[in-house]
């Protein structure tokens, strides 16, 4: 089993920038893909992000690429989402999960962190 821990969430202007962290525990990390989801009040878990195990592929929402950038240090058991040029609309909580498989589906993830929020004030 994985338990992901993330940080890194605040209040920021928009146009401003903040870096998300996933910390993983275990021992198997690199074998998950791991994904970054979110959710504002009322709506439905959005997809963001995915990266491959090894860290060589990665696949964006549409919307959110050129803006948003996921990594992943595998000696570190980490998981990055770096956020640049928010918008008020990215307000929402942010959530690191793992899963077997890449895809955009939050149903293909087995476990997920507990989430940080991402306020962007316009």
């Known amino acids: 089993q994985v338990q992901l821990v993330e940080s890194g969430g605040g209040l920021v202007q928009a146009g401003g920038s903040l870096r998300l962290s996933c910390a993983a525990s275990?021992?198997?990390?690199?074998?998950?893909?791991m994904g970054w989801f979110r959710q504002a009040p009322g709506k439905a878990r959005e997809f963001v992000v995915w990266?491959?195990?090894?860290?060589?592929?990665?696949y964006y929402a549409d919307s959110l690429k050129g803006r948003f950038t996921i990594s992943r240090d595998n000696g570190k058991n980490m998981v990055y989402l770096q956020m640049n040029s928010l918008k008020p609309e990215d307000t929402a909580v942010y959530y690191c999960?793992?899963?077997?498989?890449?895809?955009?589906?939050?149903?293909?993830?087995?476990?997920w962190g507990q989430g940080t929020q991402v306020t962007v004030s316009s």
């Open positions: 999960a793992a899963g077997r498989a890449t895809t955009y589906n939050a149903r293909g993830y087995d476990y």
């Open positions: 990266i491959s195990n090894s860290g060589s592929r990665t």
């Open positions: 275990g021992r198997t990390f690199s074998s998950y893909i």
